[in-house]
């Protein structure tokens, strides 16, 4: 059965999923068993859309290719006009079994009308290199020909763990198989998966990434005070306007009491909000000797200064839960894993692609490895954001896609940090992913061309809907 992808659905690389099948083979299912729920899952999401349309179903040489004869066999038995168009000749194992049973109309891929449906069965995890020449020619005359297209697991073409484009298509509905994989919600593939929708087929998994979920939130305690409820201190910079939209989303993230640690001047930013006067690194660090912080944000327009380095210096000595954002995480720049690794507080980093890469460098993994693996080196929690946020650091990795594109906007990231804040020092370490949760809806409910500022009036009803 076909599902619209459920809250906290895992994410499987190629090699996981490759294990998992294998788990299910060693169980004593038949690979052809496999198959043929796949191609079942894949002919019942066809009939959805093709009506009463002729379709063409593209063969690939591997497994993929298997699912895709199956798919055409059981369009047939419905009665629908499907032709296959193969690349390949003889296959092996199951693969191969599923296309002597297909005795329907069947092309070479190069040679292949336009149908007004077509499904995408060339290659699915086992891409192992670019797509080239005629095969990329065809396939992409043949999806841009036809009125609706479906891919079998994925587009033909995307790299499974990075969503690296090797020379896919896009696609209007991909049928993933099994499970979700990285290619699903990364880089590329955002765009060239079309509507995914997710086929259980029978499959145990156990995940080691999930695709984030809303979080079940609680109201506060009949009890709670101001400061039970979460306090949190931004420390404002030379930009100040960037750390006071970190405030005031922390306020609506539903902490108890925000201090803004800086110029010490009310005269912007919601009454609720309390300034403090914070001269230097030597304030801050007097200012932070109170064990009623239950979370301390830095980065938004703290600036590249000397003043700056030094108040970093006090946030990074104080035993608070951090948030280290924007400048913070560029001030550190290479030296961030050394410094993270040896503080003993709970640090969190919400670096973008560009902080992430001063950081840690920049090489051909995938966003997902490249996230955990930093996370583990320092020690910390990292929020590596983008249209597809990873969250490396916590007991399971989480890939989170905000839904709206409209976020592209400046200020979006500092609202991110003051709610991280919020949540951490309402919640703990796992208020993190619900942050991203609750940022990615706010930005929903805000919709099209808001200002970074218009986003946080939003996060109450977000928080709201999760109680
Ligand atoms: N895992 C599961 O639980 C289940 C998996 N299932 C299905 O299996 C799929 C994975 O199948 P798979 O491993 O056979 O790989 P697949 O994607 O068909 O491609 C491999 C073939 O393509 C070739 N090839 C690669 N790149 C190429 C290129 N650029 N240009 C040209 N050729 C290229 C490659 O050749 P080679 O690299 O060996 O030279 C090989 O022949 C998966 O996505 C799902 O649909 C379901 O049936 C049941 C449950
Ligand atoms: N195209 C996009 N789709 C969805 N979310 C996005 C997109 N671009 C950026 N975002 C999100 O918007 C925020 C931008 O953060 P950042 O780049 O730090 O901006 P700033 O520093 O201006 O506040 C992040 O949460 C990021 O995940
Ligand atoms: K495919």
């Known amino acids: 059965m076909t599902l619209r992808i459920p809250p906290g659905t895992p994410v499987l690389t190629a090699q996981a999923m490759r294990d998992a099948e294998q788990a299910c083979f060693d169980k004593g299912v038949a690979q052809g068993e496999l198959m043929e729920r796949a191609g079942a899952a894949v002919a019942q999401a066809a009939l959805r859309f093709a009506m009463d349309r002729s379709i063409l179903v593209l063969a690939g040489p591997g497994n993929n290719g298997g699912d895709a004869y199956v798919a055409a066999r059981l369009l047939a038995e419905r009665g629908h006009d499907v032709t296959v168009a193969a690349l390949g000749g003889k296959r092996d194992g199951a693969a191969e079994e599923m296309r002597q049973r297909w005795t329907g109309n069947t092309v070479p891929l ?22 080239e020449g005629a095969v990329k020619a065809a396939l992409h005359r043949l999806v841009a020909a036809a009125q609706f297209s479906l891919a079998i697991d994925l587009p033909s073409g995307l790299d499974t763990d990075s969503g690296g484009d090797m020379g896919a298509a896009r696609v209007d509905v991909t049928v993933a198989l099994g499970s979700l994989k990285p290619a699903h919600l990364l880089g590329y593939g955002l765009e060239r998966c079309g509507h995914v929708l997710l086929a259980d087929i029978g499959i145990p998994i156990s995940p080691e990434v999930v695709k984030l979920a809303r979080p079940r939130l609680t109201p506060p305690a009949p009890d709670a005070h101001k400061y039970s409820r979460g306090m949190v201190v931004v420390v404002e910079g030379e930009m100040p306007g960037a750390s006071r939209l970190a405030a005031r989303a922390a306020l609506h993230g539903g902490a108890g009491y925000v201090l803004l640690a800086g110029t010490g001047s009310a005269d912007a930013g919601p009454d609720a909000l309390v300034h403090a006067r914070v001269d230097d690194a030597k304030a801050l660090h007097d200012l932070l000797d109170d064990a009623r912080v239950g979370a301390v944000v830095i980065g938004p327009g703290l600036g590249r200064s000397e003043a700056a380095r030094a108040k970093l210096e006090a ?62 080196d320092c020690g910390a929690v990292i929020v590596h954001k983008g249209p597809d946020t990873v969250i490396g650091g916590l007991t399971q990795l989480t890939v989170a896609n905000a839904g709206t594109a409209w976020l592209s906007t400046a200020g979006t990231g500092d609202i991110l940090a003051g709610l991280v804040g919020a949540r951490l020092a309402v919640e703990g370490r796992c208020g993190v992913c619900h942050a991203v949760w609750l940022h990615g809806r706010a930005a929903e409910l805000a919709g099209a061309a808001f200002a970074a500022d218009r986003l946080i009036r939003h996060i109450p009803q977000a928080i709201e809907e999760c109680l």
Do not use: W, Y
């Open 110 to 131: 190069e040679q292949a009308e336009p149908r007004a449906v077509l499904i995408d069965g060339l290659f699915g995890t086992g891409m192992s290199r670019p797509i």
């Open 315 to 376: 946030v990074l000595a104080a035993p608070h839960p951090t948030v280290f954002d924007g400048d913070a995480l560029t001030l550190l720049g290479e030296g961030a894993t050394q410094c993270f690794a040896k503080r003993d507080a709970v640090s969190i980093l919400t670096p973008h692609a560009g902080e992430f890469a001063r950081m840690f460098g920049k090489n051909g993994r995938g966003k997902i490895e490249r996230t955990r693996d930093a996370a583990a």
